[in-house]
């Protein structure tokens, strides 16, 4: 199993541009989240899905958006970059009864 | 609302010293607490989970509901045990949505 694999590793951004970061998880998780990680802070959720179909909001959702057509596939898009997206995105995935398995991330900067 | 603190952004012990890496926490409901590790150039993976009452990698962590804390513990630092160490709080109940905090950048010096 490859787990959890995000692409790309790094991006860099004008202001304004879109892009969506992608994220598959090949384990059959039903829930899987995207956070993002500041220097010096906590990751913060971003968005979450407890299955196809179905998204949420986490604590930071303003600026992003996601879609779960699939199981395997949740992709991250920004629509309007801003220099307030520069950061670490890290996707994750579990069952409901095991730990979240991480991806290894993608470092975007917005210039 | 829920938060996780971590107050020590670095800790710094030598090979075979005890470390205690501090984590509490403020939530109204029943917790769920977990240790994340990131070692260098790896991604992020779970150490351990209070429910789980596991030891691993040498490493425990007690959940004090009086204290509202969840330190971690090693009797004898490795230099192997130089990471960043995170305490997760699972704050969406089974939505299993994870509040961080902020991390702890463990050095264990030979």
């Known amino acids: 199993n490859a787990g959890v694999t995000q692409t790309p590793k790094f991006r860099i951004l004008k202001i304004g541009q879109s892009m969506t970061l992608q994220c598959t998880q090949d384990?059959?998780?039903?829930?899987m989240y995207w956070y993002r990680q500041d220097p010096g802070m906590g990751l913060k959720l971003i968005y979450y899905s407890v299955g196809a179909g179905i998204t949420d909001k986490g604590e930071v959702p303003n600026g992003y958006n996601v879609s779960r057509s699939t199981t395997e596939d949740f992709p991250l898009r920004l629509e309007l970059a801003a220099p307030s997206q520069t950061s670490v995105y890290f996707c994750a995935s579990q069952t409901s009864t095991d730990t979240q398995y991480f991806g290894p991330g993608t470092r975007l900067t917005v210039l | 609302a829920q938060r996780v603190t971590q107050p020590e952004k670095l800790l710094s012990v030598f090979k075979g010293a005890p470390v205690e890496l501090k984590c509490n926490y403020s939530y109204s409901g029943s917790p769920e607490l977990f240790w994340y590790v990131q070692y260098s150039r790896q991604r992020l993976q779970l150490l351990l989970r209070?429910?789980s009452r596991e030891s691993i990698k040498g490493f425990t962590a007690d959940l004090n509901k009086g204290e509202t804390s969840f330190h971690l513990k090693k009797p004898f630092a490795q230099e192997e045990d130089s990471a960043m160490y995170y305490c997760a709080l699972n704050s969406g109940g089974s939505n299993y949505k994870l509040t961080f905090g902020k991390g702890t950048l463990l050095t264990v010096n030979p």
């Open positions: 209070h429910i």
């Open positions: 384990m059959n998780h039903n829930y």
